[in-house]
C-alpha cells in the first residue's frame, strides 16, 4: 500500500448497517473526483474480520481510511474502535466517526477511544453529500494518510 | 476565556518555529469567516506549558485544536504528541501534525502515536494557507469537537 501516490485507487471501510444511509454515502463519494474503492460491512464484527482479513475476507485491502458508524449490531462501534486503536497493526488507520449522534458523551467517548474524528451523520441528504465529499476532500487530498 | 454563548470562539495552538510559517497561518486564519484565536509558542516545552496552563500560561484557555510541527527546538514534536496522547485529560484535544516531512516514517510513527491527522507542509505560500484554511473549516465546520468544560 505504498503506491496510493502513484495513482492506484484509496481503498475505504465503510461500517454501516443502514442500506440507506451506506447506498447515499457511496453516491457521495462516487461523484467525488477520486478514485477510490469502497467496501461495505453492515457489523462490528465483520468489520474487525475484514480488518484482520479472517474468512471470507481473506483477500481484503487493508483500508487507507475507516467511516464507522457506532449503532452496530453484534459488536458495537465503540467496540470496533477501541480494538483498532488497541492493535499494533491496525492502529495507525485513521478512523473517522460518522454516527447519528451528537450527545456529548458519545463524542467524549470516541475521541478517549482515539478516533480520529467525529462526525455527525446529518439527516438531510443533501447535507449528507456535502459532509460525505468534505470526509473525501480533506483526508484523502490534504492528509497524508499512513502508507 | 467564555466560551459559552451562541458564537464559540475556536482556539487554535499553534506549536511553530518558523517564523515565515507562523505568520503565513495567522494570514490563512484571520480571513476566515469562523471567529478564532491562534495563539503559538516556538518550541516543545512551551507547548507543554501551555496545555497544562503552567508559569506564564496559567490564564490561556485549553485550545481546541493543536498544529504540531515535528521540528521543534528543546523537545521534539513526536515528544510533544506522546506526552499530550498519554494524559488523560489532554488526550482529547486533537492534534493536526503540520510538518514538511513527507517521510513514511513519520507519517506512521505520527498515527502510531495517535495524531488525529498528519499533514506535510506545502513549499509553496498560496498552497500552505490553503491547507491551513481547509484544517480550520473541516476541524471546526464539520467535525464534532469534543466539547468543552468536561474537565
Not at chain 2, 523537545?75 to 493536526?96: C, F, H, Q, S, Y
Request: aromatic share 8%; glycine share 4%; net charge negative.
Amino acid at each position: 500500500m505504498n503506491t496510493e501516490d502513484k495513482g492506484e485507487p484509496f481503498d475505504i471501510l465503510l461500517v454501516e448497517d443502514n442500506p440507506g444511509d451506506a447506498k447515499l454515502a457511496l453516491e457521495a463519494l462516487k461523484v467525488g473526483r477520486l478514485r477510490y474503492e469502497a467496501h461495505v460491512v453492515e457489523d462490528g464484527k465483520q468489520a474487525i474480520s475484514f480488518l484482520r482479513r479472517e474468512g471470507e475476507y481473506a483477500d481484503a485491502p487493508r483500508p487507507d481510511i475507516i467511516l464507522l458508524d457506532f449503532n452496530l449490531p453484534k459488536k458495537d462501534g465503540q467496540q470496533v474502535l477501541a480494538e483498532i486503536k488497541e492493535d499494533e497493526n491496525l492502529k495507525c488507520i485513521p478512523v473517522v466517526v460518522f454516527t447519528v449522534s451528537k450527545a456529548d458523551e458519545e463524542i467524549l467517548r470516541a475521541y478517549d477511544l482515539r478516533a480520529n474524528c467525529y462526525i455527525t451523520k446529518p439527516a438531510d441528504i443533501e447535507q449528507l453529500f456535502k459532509i460525505v465529499r468534505s470526509i473525501e476532500d480533506f483526508w484523502l487530498t490534504i492528509v497524508k494518510l499512513p502508507a | 476565556m467564555i466560551n459559552e454563548g451562541k458564537i464559540k470562539l475556536a482556539d487554535i495552538l499553534l506549536v511553530e518555529d518558523n517564523p515565515g510559517d507562523v505568520r503565513l497561518a495567522k494570514e490563512a486564519l484571520k480571513e476566515s469567516k469562523l471567529l478564532n484565536k491562534l495563539y503559538q509558542v516556538e518550541d516543545g516545552i512551551k507547548a507543554m506549558a501551555f496545555l497544562r496552563q503552567e508559569g506564564e500560561y496559567s490564564d490561556v484557555p485549553r485550545p481546541d485544536l493543536v498544529l504540531l510541527d515535528l521540528n521543534l527546538p528543546r523537545k521534539n514534536g513526536r515528544e510533544v504528541l506522546a506526552e499530550i496522547k498519554a494524559d488523560e485529560t489532554l488526550k482529547r484535544i486533537p492534534v493536526v501534525v503540520l510538518t514538511v516531512s513527507r517521510a513514511e516514517e513519520d507519517v506512521l510513527k505520527s498515527y502510531n502515536l495517535h495524531a488525529n491527522c498528519y499533514i506535510s507542509k506545502p513549499f509553496d505560500m498560496e498552497q500552505f494557507v490553503k491547507v491551513v484554511k481547509s484544517i480550520e473549516n473541516f476541524w471546526f465546520s464539520i467535525v464534532k469537537l469534543p466539547p468543552p468544560g468536561d474537565k
